[in-house]
């Protein structure tokens, strides 16, 4: 007879530490037998039980009866029901986040606020999918006053189904732009699947967070009764870029008091991330000093706007991910620097489907505007397309010529999909 829900809730309250990965068993965990494509966790189950796991949940017949086993119909939709049966024993906000571009930044910023005076639990590193959001929430602790989930969606009905056992109470869409553009559908794809994070906060009466600047929010958000505007020209936190060279610096203003934010983090394209942190550390009544020291204080890491010291030059490495959108931003803030000589280094941009070799060309195009020390073009459908540019297929090849150039007092710009690795070239 299968495990329930409640029985294996009662367990979970004794072990409350879950593993999926059986390598990683520490005595006392709870092991989660997850299946995909090229591996069946189930046949780790035994192993895991020797390492120390106080029990396992499996949905295959390992061959015996043992208390320490828990036979269920499905082990991820398991861990799901297990992770909203623990988050519906909270009466505390839960923060959803979701965007095309600037959701980690943005999380690590709110966490950051929020935590100078509240406690605050939040998803860790960028576990923001079917999996990782369930073992969030469940390792949020009974001490939590708010909790802050980050939600990665490459298709449409995948916030909804995050939303299922999230349950939301408040949340905030970073932006819609030209991310995932295969899974979506198009452009309009993707704000119809982020938005269905405003179609929850809609129903249940949530509240969200929103940059006023972007028309389309508005369009999204239209019907969601609670809302909190942020932007350059209106909301309850005003605030615009001081500058940029290299880290943003920001003015801004709530009830008519004016500020002003050093921020660790480069390019003015994160000036919306840093005003939603203002504007939902002022929501939750965190004190301005605390906020402005928090952001002062956060430090970029993972690839993500981070400016590195190498040799005797400086690098934004900004190579955990890239779309149409960011990349845009991030040529475009690169150009407008009062630096050099700049050296720009590109990866493919991945998951664009049919759209995929213009939005390549795009890029050249923009590449084109402006004057570069050198470009270096690196994967994906770049090699399709005839441009005046360096390419080569991997990012190791890219940092074997690197190396021959000896540029000294140069800025470079390094960014690209995940899958290329960028970030190889300076490791």
Known sequence: MPTTIEQLYKFYQYYPNIQTDSRKIEKGDIYFALRGPNFNGNSFALDALKKGAAHVVVDEDLGGADSRIFYVEDVLKTLQALAKFHRNTFNIPFLAITG????????????????????????????????????????????????????????????????????????????????????????????????????????????????????????????????????????????????????????????????????????AYNLPNILSAIAIGVH??????????????????????????WGDNKIILDAYNANPTSMKAAIENFANMNVGPKIIMLGGMMELGEESIAEHRAVIQLLKQYTWEKVVLVGGDFRKITHPYTFFDTAVEAKAWLLQQHYNNAYLLIKGSRSFKMETIIQ
């Open 100 to 267: 095309s571009n600037g959701k980690t930044t943005t999380k690590e910023l709110i966490y950051a606020v929020l935590n100078t005076h509240i406690k605050t639990y939040t998803t860790e590193g960028n576990l923001n999918n079917h999996i990782g959001i369930p073992l969030t929430l469940l390792k949020v602790k009974r001490d939590a006053e708010i909790a802050v989930i980050e939600m990665g969606a490459n298709h449409q009905k995948e916030i909804e189904g995050y939303c299922k056992y999230t349950q939301p109470t408040h949340g905030l869409i970073t932006n819609c732009g030209k991310a995932h553009l295969e899974g979506f559908g198009g452009e309009e794809g993707v704000r119809k699947g982020k938005g269905e994070l405003y179609t929850h906060l809609r129903i249940y009466n949530g509240t969200a967070f929103a940059f006023n600047d972007y028309d389309y929010l508005h369009q999204m958000i239209d019907g969601v009764e609670n809302i909190v505007w942020y932007g350059t020209k209106n909301g309850t936190v005003i605030g615009d870029v001081i500058s940029s060279e290299p880290f943003l610096s920001v003015s801004f203003q709530v009830n008519n008091q004016f500020y002003k934010v050093n921020s660790q983090l480069v390019g």
């Open 284 to 309: 939750f009544e965190v004190p301005i000093e605390k906020i402005i020291n928090a952001i002062e204080q956060y430090s970029p890491s993972n690839s993500r706007s981070q400016l590195v010291n």
